[in-house]
C-alpha cells in the first residue's frame, strides 16, 4: 500500500523576483499559470530545492537570492504518512545554506533525501536523449540520490576525491616527486567509484523492467526500448585501467577514467535513439523515462512521488499529453502553463489554480476534491 505523501504550502521571501509569497496546493493537481518570465518556475524550483538542496537548474545560491537582497528563505510545509513536517531553507550570498527538519538544524544534505521525493519534467527533458552525456548522468544521479542517502554520500565524497586528485595531477606537472602521493587518492576513488558504478547499474537494471511496457503502450506496441548503461570502466578493473592510464592523466591534468564519464543509451528496437531517432521518438523516450521514475520511486519507497511539470504538456501531441495525465491521475502534480487548457480541466482533478504575474501569485480558483 502506497503511502500519502503530499506538500500542503511553500512560502517563499526574496526568492529571485518573489519578495513574499504563500501558495497553498492540494492533493492533486494544482496549476500555476501565466506568462513567460513572471516566476511560474521559481515556484517549482523552490519546491525542488527543498526537496534536494538543489536548484534544478544548477544554480548557485548567491543567484538565486533577490536581486538587492543578501538571503532568501523558503518553508515547505509537507504531510507524510498523516504526520506534518516543515522544511526550512536559509539561502545566504557569502555563507553556506542552513537546512532544518521540523525546527531541527541538519548538518549534511543527505539527512534531508527521503522526506520528500519529487520528479521535475520540463521541456529541456525532452532532449536529454539527444544532449551531452553529462545531462545523462545527471538524471541518474538526481533520481539516485532521492532513492538512496548513501549514493548521495559515495557520490558527494567521490566527487572531492576527484577533485583533489585532478588537483594534485596540475601539481605533478611541476614537480614529479608528488606522484608518489597519487596512491592514497586512487584507493579512495576506486572505493567510492566502485560503489557508484554498481549502484548506477542496478538503477538501469530496475529502470529497463518497468520502461520497457510503458514504451510500447505509449507507441502502440511498435517500439520496444531498452536502456543500456555505457559504463566508463567497470568495478573489477577500475584500479588497473587507473594506474595504466596514469600517463595519460599526468599529460592532461586530469582524471579520464571513472564513473564521471558514464554515459547511458537508448535503443529503439536495437537501434540508437541518439543517433538516429527522429525528433518524435526521442521525445517519447524522454517521457517513457519520467513514467518510469514515478513507477520506480512508488517501487522502491513504497510512496508517491510529487510531480513537478514546467511548461511540459504543450510540448507533448494529444496522444503523449493524454498518457501523461493518465499516470499522474493519484499523485500529486503541480503544473505551470502559459493557459489555462480546457485539456486539463476535464481530465483531472483540479485543487487550486493561481494566477502568476510578475513575481505575485494569486488564487483565481479552488476545487476540493
Known amino acids: ?20 509569497v504563500k501558495v ?3 492533493k492533486n493537481t494544482n496549476i500555476l499559470y501565466g506568462n513567460n518570465a513572471q516566476g511560474k518556475t521559481n515556484i517549482l524550483e523552490s519546491i525542488y530545492m527543498a526537496a534536494t538542496t538543489k536548484s534544478h537548474r544548477g544554480t548557485k545560491d548567491r543567484d538565486i537570492i533577490r536581486i538587492g537582497e543578501d538571503e ?16 526550512d531553507m536559509h539561502l545566504r550570498k557569502n555563507k553556506n545554506k542552513g537546512v532544518a527538519i521540523d525546527g531541527i538544524a541538519i ?8 522526506l520528500l521525493n519529487v520528479i521535475f519534467f520540463s521541456p529541456e527533458d525532452l532532449s536529454i536523449i539527444k544532449n551531452g552525456p553529462a545531462e545523462r548522468r545527471r538524471f541518474m544521479d538526481l533520481e539516485l540520490c532521492q532513492i538512496s542517502r548513501l549514493y548521495y554520500q559515495n557520490l558527494e565524497s567521490y566527487n572531492k ?8 595531477l596540475k601539481q605533478i606537472y611541476y614537480n614529479k616527486s608528488l606522484i608518489d602521493t597519487l596512491d592514497v587518492w586512487d584507493v579512495q576513488l576506486v572505493n567510492y567509484g566502485s560503489k557508484i558504478i554498481k549502484e548506477r547499474r542496478n538503477f538501469i537494471e530496475m529502470m529497463n523492467e518497468i520502461i ?8 502502440g506496441g511498435k517500439e520496444q526500448l531498452e536502456i543500456v548503461y555505457e559504463y566508463n570502466v567497470d568495478e573489477d578493473n577500475f584500479e588497473n585501467i587507473l594506474q595504466e592510464k596514469l600517463n595519460t592523466d599526468m599529460k592532461y591534468s586530469s582524471t579520464q577514467t571513472g564513473p564521471h564519464r558514464d554515459d547511458i543509451s537508448f535503443l529503439i528496437n536495437g537501434i540508437d535513439a541518439r543517433k538516429y531517432g527522429s525528433q518524435g521518438q526521442q521525445r517519447t523516450v524522454a ?21 513537478l511539470l ?10 503523449r499529453r493524454n498518457a501523461l495525465i493518465d499516470e499522474i491521475r493519484d499523485i500529486q502534480t503541480i503544473i505551470t502553463c502559459t493557459g489555462y487548457d480546457e485539456f486539463i480541466k476535464e481530465q483531472v482533478i483540479i485543487n487550486n489554480v493561481y494566477s502568476v504575474v510578475e513575481g505575485t501569485a494569486t488564487r483565481v480558483r479552488t476545487e476540493e476534491s
Open 287 to 307: 517521457l517513457s523515462l519520467k513514467m518510469a521514475e514515478i513507477k520506480l520511486v512508488r517501487k522502491i519507497i513504497n510512496d508517491n512521488p510529487i510531480l
Open 107 to 114: 548538518k549534511r544534505a543527505a539527512e534531508l533525501y527521503g
Open 1 to 20: 500500500m502506497v503511502k500519502e505523501m503530499y506538500i500542503e504550502s511553500i512560502e517563499l521571501n526574496n526568492y529571485r523576483n518573489y519578495r513574499q
Open 310 to 319: 514546467d511548461d511540459v504538456m504543450s510540448e507533448l501531441d494529444t496522444d
Open 72 to 87: 532568501s528563505h523558503i518553508r515547505l510545509f509537507i504531510k507524510k504518512a498523516d504526520v506534518s513536517h516543515k522544511i
Open 24 to 26: 497553498e496546493f492540494g
Open 161 to 168: 576525491i576527484l577533485n583533489q586528485r585532478n588537483n594534485l
Open 212 to 219: 520497457g511496457d510503458i514504451h510500447s503502450r505509449l507507441t
